[in-house]
C-alpha cells in the first residue's frame, strides 16, 4: 500500500496540512484537552502493536509486542476518558447548577 | 479483498479523528467530537483483530486488559491541578509504544531473513529515534512537574557541546542502522542513544517552559506514530500521527509566541538557571517598598468596586485555590461586581492548564478571557486579582530592555485601578527575574497560601453586603 514513498509522502503531507488547518480553529480555551485528545489518538500505534504481538511465532517480537500493547492502550484508554472528564467541566452560566 | 477492508476501516477511522479534532472548535460540540475520536480508534482496533493476519488473541486481550485497567484508573483518578504531569506520561507511553513497534518489525525482518526495503528502514530508525527521545523526555518532564526532581535547569560546563555530539552519534547510528538493518549492536546503541538523548535534553529545561517542551512531546509522539506508519505500510497510522504531529507544533509555537522566544531558546537556553545578570537586573528594579495588606484590607477595596479581572497562575493551581477563587467571585457577583478571568497562554504548566482549572471550579467558560481580549479592559477595571502569577504580569517586559523577559506579551495588569497580589512570599519567579509590579503604588500584596487568603476575603467581603 505504501510501497511507493511518493504516494506515502503524498498523504503525509496532506494530512499535515488538514491538521493544521482543523487544529489551528480550537480556541486557546480547550487546548489542554487537545492535547490529551490528540494523545489518545496517537495511541493508533496499538494497530502496529496488534499485529506485532498477534502473529503466531511466539518470540521477542511478541513480547515487545505485548509491551507495546500495554503502553498503547493506556495511551488510547486513558487520553479518551481524561479528555472526556475535562470536556464535561467546561459549560456555560446557564447550564450552572 | 480482506486487506481492503481493513485499509477502509482505517481510512473511516482516519476521518473520524478528523471530524473529531474539527469539533473540538467549540466547548459546546467537543465531547461529542473526543466521542467521535474514539469510535475511530475502536473501529481500527476491532478491524485489525478481524480481517489481518492476527491468530494469537490471548496474548492481545491481556495486554489490552492491562492498559485499559491502568489507562481508567489513571485518567478518572488524577486531579485537573495534575493534568500536565498526566499528558506528559501520556505522550511518554505513546513513544514507547512506537520504539516497541519499530523494534518488533525489525526483528520479524531478521526472523525471515528478509531485508526490509525502500523507506522502512529508515521508518525504523526514525521511529525508534523519535520513540525513544518522547518517551525518556516526557518521564523527564513527568518528574519535574510532579516533584519528583528539581524544577530548576540542570545543567554543567560544555552541555551544549555534549548534547550536540551524542546527536551527531545519534545520526551515525541511524546511518548505521539503515546500511546494516540486522547489526544488532549497532541497533541496540541506537535503542540506548535515543533513550540517553531524551533525558539530556529536558533536564536543563526550567519548570516554567514546561507548556513548551510538552507541546513538543505531543508532537514528537504524533510524528513516531507517522514514522511507525511507514515501517508498516499503513496509511491509517501515517494520517492519524500526521494530525498530531500538526497539533503539537501549533502548540508548540503559540507557547513560544508567548513568551516572545524562539523554540532553540527554550530548548537550549536553560531559561531560569541562576543567571547573575538577571539577578543584577532584579536588584535595579527593586526599588521602593513593598507593601502587606491583609484580606481584611482587599475587602474593603473590592466593596467599592464594580468590576474585577482574576488572573491566575500556576500558584493557583499549587494552592489548589480553583474553587475559593469561584466562591469569591460568586459573592463579588452578588454584590453586583462584574467579574472576568484573564487567561495568559503560558500561565500554568500546560496549554490551556487555567481554563481546565476554572472548568472544574464551574466558572462558565464565557468568563475565561483570552489575552488579547482582555487586555484593552484594564484600564478600566476597579480590582485586578493577581493569583500565583508572576512573570505574565510583569510590566518590565513591555519596558525595561534589559529584562530576561523584555518582549513578552503580558497582562496589563498594573493598568487596573488597584491591584492585589497574591503571593506565597516575595521570591521572584522561575524566570528568576524581579517583577517592579510588586512595588506599584496601586499594588498591594497579600502574602500567605492562596486558598486562605481567598478564603479570608470571601468571608471580609461577606461582611460588607
Known sequence: MLDDPAVALTILVLALFVGFEVIAKVPPLLHTPLMSGSNAISGITIVGALLAAGHEERTLSTVLGFVAIVVATINVVGGFLVTNRMLAMFKRKRDRP | ????????????????????????????????????????????????????????????????????????????????????????????????????VASAELLRYMRRAESPEGIVPIAIVLGVL????????????????????????????GQQFVNALLGLGAVALCVGVVLDPFDMPVFSGLVAMSLLLGVLLVIPIGGADMPVVISLLNSYSGLAACAT???????????????????????????CDAMNRSLANVLFGAFGAVDEAAVASGAAAARGTVKGYTPEDAAVIFSNSRSAIVVPGYGMAVAQAQHAVRELADELEKQGVRVKYAIHPVAGRMPGHMNVLLAEADVPYEQLIEMDEINPEFPETDVALVIGANDVVNPDARTEKSSPIYGMPILDVDRAKHVFVLKRSMNPGFAGVQNPLFYNDNTMMVFGDAKDTILKMVEAVRQFR
Open chain 2, 1 to 100: 479483498m480482506s486487506d481492503q477492508i481493513v485499509q477502509f476501516a482505517y481510512l473511516l477511522a482516519a476521518v473520524l479523528f478528523i471530524l473529531g479534532l474539527h469539533n473540538l472548535s467549540s466547548p459546546r460540540t467537543a465531547p461529542r467530537g473526543n466521542m467521535m475520536a474514539a469510535v475511530g480508534m475502536l473501529i481500527a482496533i476491532v478491524a485489525t483483530l478481524l480481517v489481518t493476519g492476527v491468530v494469537d488473541y490471548w496474548i492481545i486481550l491481556a495486554g489490552v486488559v492491562v492498559g485499559s485497567a491502568i489507562g481508567a484508573v489513571l485518567a478518572l483518578r488524577i486531579q485537573m491541578t495534575a493534568m500536565p504531569q498526566m499528558v506528559a506520561l501520556l505522550n511518554g507511553f505513546g513513544g514507547a509504544a512506537s520504539t516497541l
Open chain 2, 130 to 157: 523519535i520513540g525513544g527521545v518522547t518517551f525518556t523526555g516526557s518521564l523527564i518532564a513527568f518528574a519535574k512537574l510532579q516533584e519528583m526532581m528539581r524544577g530548576a535547569p540542570i545543567t554543567y560546563r
Open chain 2, 229 to 255: 506508519g511507514f515501517v508498516l505500510g499503513n496509511s491509517g497510522l501515517v494520517i492519524s500521527g500526521s494530525l498530531v504531529g500538526a497539533s503539537g507544533i501549533i502548540l508548540t509555537k503559540i507557547m
